[in-house]
């Protein structure tokens, strides 16, 4: 039986408007040079040229006096002691300005989206249900980081998006959890780290601090090191060593579309990657909005993960174990069995289940699919959080075939025991079309999370790794077809 599948049509594209504002780093030896440059600058010299700068920038940004001042923040340990105290406020904001660069949040992709629904559901008519997608933003430098869209699903399954936000912005990040400094003190034995670098980092600290605040001590502690692969080396080491969860907070008047997840520690510096949203209810019916993601250092990848109730206050934690390791992971929905429960692929290769009794921690992995079909035979992997249904745990999987094509399809799992695989589609449920083929990466459908609506199953989907679009099918039809499909042992 051929599964109707039918494509909305809509495309989300990167929008090249969408700019926050970031700190402009150029060096310890050039940043003095600049600072000293600005120190010598008359008063009435600075005054205008700040206006200026403000007259060109403040309508792109809500609170841009408050971002040159964080930014001067980052840099005042450069000045010369005695000028510090005598700095006038325009001379602040300007040296603020210099350290301050704009980034294209999309310049390169707006992909790889997960969809849940929204927990405020007021202006929704009988069938309809808001919605929060979330997006792979990529820029400059392949940097991604998580954005969203608030939107509303009609009863015949058409998304309605609001309308993009004329501002974005980060939030503020705060650290909780904080480290404690005599475990760090015997961490750092462990370093290459010179003896005199490590007494002035230890007589710095207080006896706990956050991954922000030891950051911050490393830019002055290291200067004395001239090699800057030596340095960079180190702050890599010591800075692996420190605890990097953190929360983000929003302000409540801000719209969804505002919002940007952006590389906040050392671990996820070169990227956020393909968060996986689930709404997670839990044994007592209580709920909250649950994502894994990929960090990207440049070198190494961590699975994360973000908790959030509201999409205006995150907490953003590294998941711990043996098997927290590589891409893909997504959670189910809810417990099963009393347990956490999360797809993985743990070897690149195929599909795992593991269990666990804490959400941060997971020890074990046990094998649940490997490529079969041709489409597959690369490799298969989830295409988000697992949908409950009466037939069984619905999976989205995605599989890699010639010429690194990717295509997603479909599985079904027993609800009491998700380790038994009911049934598995033998074709691709969904291919690139012509028309999806071009982009970052040519040859590619792919998705973070899908959900049911209305009878349909609702799949947001990345185009070949660079725009998003979008897709039904009728979930009777998908279900009958998985149920007639086995998997053949």
Same mark, same amino acid.
């Given at each position: 039986?051929?599964?109707?599948?039918?494509?909305?049509?809509?495309?989300?594209?990167?929008?090249?408007?969408?700019?926050?504002? /970031?700190?402009?780093?150029?060096?310890?030896?050039?940043?003095?040079?600049?600072?000293?440059?600005?120190?010598?600058?008359? *008063?009435?010299?600075?005054?205008?040229?700040?206006?200026?700068v403000m007259e060109e920038f403040?309508? /792109?940004?809500?609170?841009?006096?408050?971002?040159?001042?964080?930014?001067?923040?980052?840099?005042?340990?450069?000045?010369?002691?005695?000028?510090?105290?005598?700095?006038?406020?325009?001379?602040?904001?300007?040296?603020?300005?210099?350290?301050?660069?704009?980034?294209?949040?999309?310049?390169?992709?707006?992909?790889?989206?997960?969809?849940?629904?929204?927990?405020?559901?007021?202006?929704?008519?009988?069938?309809?249900?808001?919605?929060?997608?979330?997006?792979?933003?990529?820029?400059?430098?392949?940097?991604?980081?998580?954005?969203?869209? /608030?939107?509303?699903?009609?009863?015949?399954?058409?998304?309605?998006?609001?309308?993009?936000?004329?501002?974005?912005?980060?939030?503020?990040?705060?650290?909780?959890?904080?480290?404690?400094?005599?475990?760090?003190?015997?961490?750092?034995?462990?370093?290459?780290?010179?003896?005199?670098?490590r007494t002035y980092i230890l007589s710095t600290l207080?006896?706990? !601090?956050?991954?922000?605040?030891?950051?911050?001590?490393?830019?002055?502690?290291?200067?004395?090191?001239?090699?800057?692969?030596?340095?960079?080396?180190?702050?890599?080491?010591?800075?692996?060593?420190?605890?990097?969860?953190? +929360?983000?907070?929003?302000?409540? @008047?801000?719209?969804?579309? +505002?919002? =940007?997840? !952006?590389?906040?520690?050392?671990?996820?510096?070169?990227?956020?990657?393909?968060? /996986?949203? =689930?709404?997670? =209810?839990?044994?007592?019916?209580?709920?909250?909005?649950?994502?894994?993601?990929?960090?990207?250092?440049?070198?190494?990848?961590?699975? @994360?993960?973000?908790?959030?109730?509201?999409?205006?206050? !995150?907490? $953003?934690?590294?998941?711990?174990?043996?098997?927290?390791?590589?891409?893909?992971?997504?959670?189910?929905?809810?417990?099963?069995?009393?347990?956490?429960?999360?797809?993985?692929?743990?070897?690149? $290769?195929?599909?795992?289940?593991? !269990?666990?009794?804490?959400?941060?921690?997971?020890?074990?992995?046990?094998?649940?699919?490997?490529?079969?079909?041709?489409? *597959?035979?690369?490799?298969?992997?989830?295409?988000?959080?697992?949908?409950?249904?009466?037939?069984?745990?619905?999976?989205?999987?995605?599989?890699?075939?010639?010429?690194?094509?990717?295509?997603?399809?479909?599985?079904?799992?027993?609800?009491?025991?998700?380790?038994?695989?009911?049934?598995?589609?033998?074709?691709?449920?969904?291919?690139?079309?012509?028309?999806?083929?071009?982009?970052? =990466?040519?040859?590619?459908?792919?998705?973070?999370?899908?959900? $049911?609506?209305?009878?349909?199953?609702?799949?947001?989907?990345?185009?070949?790794?660079?725009?998003?679009?979008?897709?039904?099918?009728?979930?009777?039809?998908?279900?009958?077809?998985?149920?007639?499909?086995?998997?053949?042992?």
């Amino acid at each position: 039986m051929a599964i109707t599948v039918n494509r909305t049509g809509i495309r989300l594209n990167p929008d090249l408007s969408r700019v926050i504002p /970031r700190f402009f780093n150029i060096g310890e030896a050039r940043s003095r040079a600049l600072i000293q440059k600005v120190l010598e600058m008359p *008063e009435s010299a600075a005054a205008q040229l700040l206006q200026c700068v403000m007259e060109e920038f403040c309508a /792109r940004y809500r609170d841009i006096e408050i971002i040159f001042y964080k930014h001067f923040q980052l840099i005042q340990y450069l000045l010369p002691e005695a000028e510090l105290p005598q700095l006038s406020r325009e001379k602040k904001m300007l040296m603020g300005s210099y350290f301050t660069m704009e980034y294209s949040l999309e310049a390169a992709a707006l992909f790889n989206p997960s969809i849940v629904e929204d927990p405020d559901q007021s202006g929704t008519a009988p069938g309809e249900k808001n919605v929060v997608i979330s997006l792979r933003a990529t820029g400059e430098g392949h940097i991604s980081s998580v954005v969203f869209k /608030r939107g509303k699903l009609t009863k015949d399954a058409w998304l309605q998006i609001e309308p993009s936000a004329n501002f974005s912005g980060e939030g503020a990040i705060t650290q909780v959890i904080r480290n404690k400094k005599d475990v760090f003190g015997e961490l750092l034995l462990q370093t290459a780290l010179p003896e005199d670098i490590r007494t002035y980092i230890l007589s710095t600290l207080k006896d706990s !601090f956050t991954y922000k605040e030891i950051e911050i001590l490393l830019r002055s502690a290291l200067l004395s090191i001239d090699s800057a692969t030596e340095r960079n080396k180190l702050r890599y080491d010591i800075l692996s060593m420190v605890n990097t969860s953190y +929360e983000i907070n929003f302000p409540a @008047h801000s719209r969804l579309a +505002e919002q =940007v997840i !952006f590389p906040a520690t050392f671990t996820e510096k070169n990227g956020i990657e393909d968060a /996986r949203f =689930v709404k997670f =209810v839990d044994d007592d019916g209580s709920f909250l909005y649950l994502a894994t993601y990929t960090a990207y250092d440049g070198t190494y990848i961590l699975p @994360h993960l973000i908790t959030t109730k509201d999409f205006l206050h !995150f907490k $953003i934690s590294p998941l711990h174990g043996k098997m927290a390791v590589n891409k893909n992971l997504a959670l189910f929905p809810r417990k099963v069995n009393g347990q956490y429960v999360m797809l993985s692929r743990i070897d690149g $290769i195929s599909n795992y289940i593991m !269990f666990s009794d804490d959400l941060y921690l997971w020890e074990t992995a046990s094998l649940l699919q490997q490529p079969k079909y041709p489409w *597959e035979f690369v490799q298969i992997g989830n295409g988000g959080s697992p949908i409950e249904t009466e037939a069984g745990w619905l999976i989205i999987t995605h599989g890699v075939g010639p010429m690194r094509k990717y295509c997603l399809g479909a599985s079904l799992f027993k609800l009491d025991d998700p380790t038994q695989e009911i049934g598995r589609l033998k074709e691709p449920l969904l291919l690139p079309a012509e028309d999806e083929r071009k982009g970052y =990466v040519p040859n590619v459908v792919y998705t973070c999370g899908a959900m $049911i609506h209305e009878g349909l199953l609702f799949i947001p989907y990345a185009v070949s790794d660079y725009a998003t679009s979008f897709a039904t099918v009728p979930l009777d039809m998908l279900l009958n077809e998985l149920l007639l499909s086995p998997v053949e042992l």
